[in-house]
């Protein structure tokens, strides 16, 4: 079992923040703060929008939990910054923080390493024609989803049935970011699966299967709902759920992240091929969140995988360890 307290020094939990999805970060950095003091640590609620990153080292924080979702938290901007400041935080570091968040960077690199994901369109706010976007499921197929490049949690989401939904769809993404991603829709089971560590010590949870009212996972039924079921251990068939551990492995170790993180996947109803959709760097910690219940799952209690996130905190550019004479 792991020790809490003082080999942690002055922790901040980084919370809120100045994205999207702010309400959300505040609710899991909550939960986490919650969880470390209850074992000892000397934790302390820290956000980033109502205080300069100076202050973490003027304060005398040892090292940050990150809990925040979405840009200015989970791009690399705060990972940057905390570099700078030699602050130990947990999760991704800048490079795979600023790839994973970019969904389309994120395919980029899935295909090019030969792994499967959803075919797509990319438009740019502002450089696209009417015509343009109306004839994107002539490409893609209908339905299909569009999205925000940059956000999380659903928002700006939209699954377009017919092409008459197209142009407000897009209009949606585009006032949450400057770059909307239009996918082809994989029609089968959704599912996630959390992965812990870094590298070749990296571990898959178990996988969860989610299955959402009129299979709509969106902002409401994520956070504020009890509608959706979440099944894990999981229902698949034999086999599938260790593919897709392996899968989204793989996936993760591609994009060089470390810590956690918790890749969302669709499997094809008709083949059963399983489609990487995206990776969330800094999952959420909430009541409703998914990496703590595939933990729960696996042995893992909440306090326990707090510490655990907390004793892996890093720095991308750990100061080298001088031999001794």
Do not use: C, F
């Given at each position: 079992m792991l020790q809490a307290g003082v080999q942690f020094g002055k922790v901040?939990?980084?919370?809120?923040?100045?994205?999207?999805?702010?309400?959300?970060?505040?609710?899991s950095g909550q939960g986490v703060l919650t969880a470390l003091r209850a074992r000892a640590v000397d934790a302390h609620a820290f956000d980033p929008a109502e205080q300069s990153m100076d202050e973490l080292k003027r304060q005398g924080f040892a090292r940050c939990f990150i809990a925040l979702h979405g840009r200015y938290g989970e791009d690399g901007t705060v990972q940057g910054a905390l570099e700078l400041l030699g602050i130990p935080y947990t999760g991704a570091g800048v490079m795979a923080s600023s790839?994973?968040?970019?969904k389309v960077m994120t395919k980029r690199v899935w295909l090019a390493e030969g792994l499967p994901t959803p075919r797509y369109a990319l438009l740019h706010r502002g450089h696209?024609?009417?015509n343009e976007v109306r004839t994107i499921p002539d490409?893609?197929?209908?339905?299909?989803?569009?999205?925000?490049?940059?956000?999380?949690?659903?928002?700006?989401?939209?699954?377009?049935?017919?092409?008459?939904?197209?142009?407000?769809?897009?209009?949606?993404?585009?006032?949450?970011?400057?770059?909307i991603l239009c996918e082809q829709f994989i029609a089968g089971d959704e599912v996630t699966c959390p992965v812990l560590g870094e590298g070749v010590s990296a571990r898959a949870l178990p996988v969860i299967h989610i299955v959402a009212p009129e299979g709509n996972y969106d902002f409401q039924n994520k956070y504020y709902t009890d509608d959706t079921e979440y099944r894990v251990p999981c229902d698949l068939p034999?086999?599938?759920?260790?593919?897709?551990?392996?899968?989204?492995?793989k996936a993760y170790r591609v994009l060089g992240c470390r810590g956690w993180g918790r890749l969302d996947v669709m499997i094809d109803a008709a083949t059963?091929?399983?489609?990487?959709?995206?990776?969330?760097?800094?999952?959420?910690?909430?009541?409703?969140?998914?990496?703590?219940?595939?933990a729960k799952a696996a042995g893992i209690d909440y306090e326990t995988l707090c510490l655990q996130l907390l004793a892996g905190a890093s720095l991308d550019y750990a100061p080298a360890v001088e031999p001794r004479a």
């Open positions: 901040a939990v980084l919370m809120g923040g100045k994205s999207a999805e702010r309400e959300v970060s505040l609710m790839m994973a968040i970019d696209y024609t009417r490409e893609l197929g209908l339905p299909l989803i569009v999205k925000p490049v940059r956000e999380g949690s659903s928002l700006g989401v939209t699954k377009v049935m017919g092409y008459s939904q197209m142009q407000d769809a897009v209009a949606a993404a585009a006032e949450l970011d400057a770059d034999p086999g599938e759920e260790a593919a897709i551990q392996a899968l989204v492995l059963r091929l399983p489609y990487l959709l995206e990776i969330n760097t800094s999952p959420g910690m909430t009541s409703h969140s998914l990496v703590p219940m595939a």
